[in-house]
């Protein structure tokens, strides 16, 4: 059975810093491209990043550039994503996603229970 | 950025009833659209991908459809378990975005 676990959430003051872990199981993890998405406490979905299968491609929603590095280690079947200079904005509850499909095909097939980011002083 | 604007936000509906979510694009998309369902507490679950392809283990009373830059989604019966936030997203080219998502409830 697939499965996404995440972890790493926490309260954080503005400005801060914190790293977020999904750890993955059930599948073979470097075949599929991986992505983070998120949600703020009563709002809607937010796409935040993508990663390629070997880590070459990397894109990223304009309001997390040069803030956030998404990264993988294929040999531990692990996704991360490095979160600096932290904003009130960015509090949310954090998934980690499976992209399914080749290109035109693509959803969102397997997702974890998510990791909760709090961003306040 | 393409922006997808999803109508209505609420939707007050009885069980049996046939149910349709419209999502408009800001952009020409071809069909690279996909919708998911969220109950509340829990992760997003994919219904629909590439407008109008049903995602295996997906109950056959939903179905998608349109191109460009308009798309539905329809529930031909309402089930009690489909009372829920339904949200449309494109992947035609970055950044990927999401509707503002339908809220389904019971009316």
Known sequence: ?121 | DIQMTQSPSTLSASVGDRVTITCRASHSISTWVAWYQQKPGKAPKVLIYKASSLESGVPSRFSGSGSGTEFTLTISSLQPDDFATYYCQHYDSYPWTFGQGTKVEIK
């Not at chain 1, 991986?34 to 929603?61: C, F, H, T």
């Not at chain 1, 040999?75 to 499976?98: G, I, P």
């Open chain 1, 1 to 121: 059975e697939v499965h996404l676990v995440e972890s790493g959430g926490d309260l954080v003051q503005p400005g801060g810093s914190l790293r977020l872990s999904c750890a993955a199981s059930g599948f073979t993890f470097s075949n599929y491209w991986m992505s983070w998405v998120r949600q703020a406490p009563g709002k809607g979905l937010e796409w935040v990043a993508n990663i390629k299968q070997d880590g070459s491609e990397k894109y990223y929603v304009d309001s997390v550039k040069g803030r956030f590095t998404i990264s993988r280690d294929n040999a531990k079947n692990s996704l991360d994503v490095q979160m600096n200079s932290l904003r009130a904005e960015d509090t949310a509850m954090y998934y980690c996603a499976r992209l399914q499909g080749t290109s035109g095909w693509y959803r969102f097939d397997c997702w974890g229970q998510g990791t909760l980011v709090t961003v306040s002083s």
